[in-house]
């Protein structure tokens, strides 16, 4: 009974506190994995030439010189444009010089949107500028603009229980406190639509970001069919905090809207780079990260420093000559940032052979010092993965975060119950610049990136090597 109680206690801890560095991991989740253990432990020496390699040795500095060299010459990313198509081609003609020549791209149809001009200013109380930026798909104002009075809500709740002919004609200001990302992106991602449905004329939202200095955050957001599209933009935590505290003195707000913007379709491309296995060709280990970015920044940090380190992963190997048996696949997706167009497209191409992805790893929330794996799949494959993890206590990268959903495109696969992993970091700074014009070079490290890229190099290695597929 006790020793039940003991089970459920730490059960709970462990749910609570759901990231663990791997020792204590595999002790409190009872892993056996069996001789699978010495296996991965004999992979000491591997990790240990991949690190030097990276870390100290030729290729030191290499994934920031090259992410620096791409992100200046190319900045900003957006889904349809000219430039990110020439950037996907930048890519196959770096990784060529490597003398890596299984290079393929597929084409995706991808949602074209470009900001126009974009103003926002306060009328009444007083005269004033607010930066904005609009948010992904946002229709335009009228060309001479909106002016509208604001009413300013912290949540949807607050917004369902003003009647409708209180909304109508008005600017609604969502104000939301930033929890996670996850739990306040919503106002970004559906803000217009339920303003809409309310009558209002235009939505903005507080800026989904912790901190900041009166710089916007744009991002995507969907609009619904049977609603009236209303023009919808970000604002920073500045604007948002001073136009609510006008409205908690019950001041009238009155703000001028004007925003242009064009929408239509492209066609980009995945770009899928191979590393054949030895022994299991047809069998693939996947890293990657998303080539496109916001047209805000240079798109370094998201995703620059993710498909940086995937485009290494298979170019260190081939030149240590560590060929794993399995292929390592490195995928650069295309339009994550309009709704992982890209990822979309890929399932639905190879979905007959979903079957023969082992694991899939993507980076996309910062390439700042490893920490470890957010880990989605079954117990015994989470088991194995940390016993993967304990070979990285030199660089301090032993941490196994749980999650059912780790990534962003990759998550399109784990849905369809594909094991897999997204790069745990210290990202604690990650939403300061995501998505603003301070997503720049000057966010990246050269000793963390070196980091990021051993770890993941090292990683999808052993797990592409080992005698054992990952459980479903
Ligand atoms: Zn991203």
Redesign the pocket.
């Known amino acids: 009974m006790f020793i039940l109680a003991l089970k459920v206690f730490l059960l709970i801890l462990y749910q609570v506190h759901s990231e663990s560095d791997t020792k204590s991991y595999t002790e409190l989740n009872g892993c056996d994995i069996g001789d699978l253990a010495d296996e991965i432990a004999s992979y000491d020496t591997d990790v240990r030439d991949i690190i030097d390699y990276v870390v100290s040795g030729p290729f030191k500095g290499k994934t920031y010189y090259e992410l620096a060299k791409f992100v200046d010459l190319f900045g900003a990313r957006p889904s349809g444009s000219k430039v990110l198509e020439d950037s996907i081609d930048y890519m196959i003609q770096l990784t060529r010089q490597e003398g890596i020549q299984d290079i393929v791209t597929e084409d995706v149809e991808v949602p074209h949107w470009v900001r126009g001009t974009e103003k926002l200013s306060m009328v009444q109380p007083r005269i004033k500028d607010i930066s904005i930026l609009g948010l992904g798909r946002s229709v335009s104002t009228p060309p001479n603009g909106l002016s509208a009075e604001v009413i300013v809500v912290r949540n949807f709740d607050e917004l369902a229980k003003i009647p409708d002919k209180d909304v109508e004609g008005k600017i609604v200001l969502y104000d939301p406190k930033f929890i996670s990302y996850g739990e306040t992106v919503v106002y970004r991602s559906q803000g217009a639509a339920k303003a809409g449905a309310k009558g209002a004329v235009a939505s903005l939202v507080r800026s989904i970001a912790p901190f900041s200095i009166n710089s916007p955050h744009t991002g995507s957001q969907n609009y619904d069919d049977n609603v009236t599209k209303i023009p919808t933009a970000a604002i920073s935590l500045e604007d948002a905090d001073l136009i609510r505290r006008f409205y908690d003195r019950k001041e009238k707000i009155v703000l001028n809207l004007t925003m242009s913007s064009t929408y239509d379709t492209k066609i980009s491309r995945n770009t899928l780079i191979d590393l054949k296995g030895t022994n299991y060709p047809e069998q693939l280990v996947i890293v990657s ?2 080539i496109d ?1 916001w047209d805000v920044g240079q798109g370094a940090m ?2 620059g420093g ?1 498909l940086f380190v995937s485009w290494a992963a298979p170019l260190i190997l081939k030149r240590l000559n560590l060929r794993p048996k399995r292929t390592l696949r490195s995928i650069f997706w295309t339009a ?2 309009l709704g992982l167009v890209g990822a979309y497209a890929y399932e639905e191409k190879h979905r007959k052979d979903n079957h023969k992805i082992n694991f899939i790893m993507e980076s ?2 910062g390439t700042f010092s490893p920490r470890g794996l957010v880990v989605a799949g079954t117990p015994k494959a989470r088991c194995i993965v940390a016993e993967i993890l304990k070979l990285f206590e030199s660089i301090n990268a032993t941490t196994l975060v749980e999650s059912d959903s780790p990534g ?1 495109d990759i998550a399109v696969l784990i849905q369809k119950g594909i094991p897999g992993a997204s790069l745990h970091n210290a990202n604690e700074r990650y939403f300061w610049f ?1 998505h603003t014009e301070g997503d720049t070079m000057n966010v990246e490290d050269p000793e963390e990136l070196d980091l990021c890229t051993a770890f993941w190099t090292s990683v999808a290695y052993i797990i592409a090597d080992i005698s054992a597929d990952i459980p479903r």
């Open positions: 990260g998303h970015s998201d995703d993710g994550e940032e996309d929330e962003s995501h």
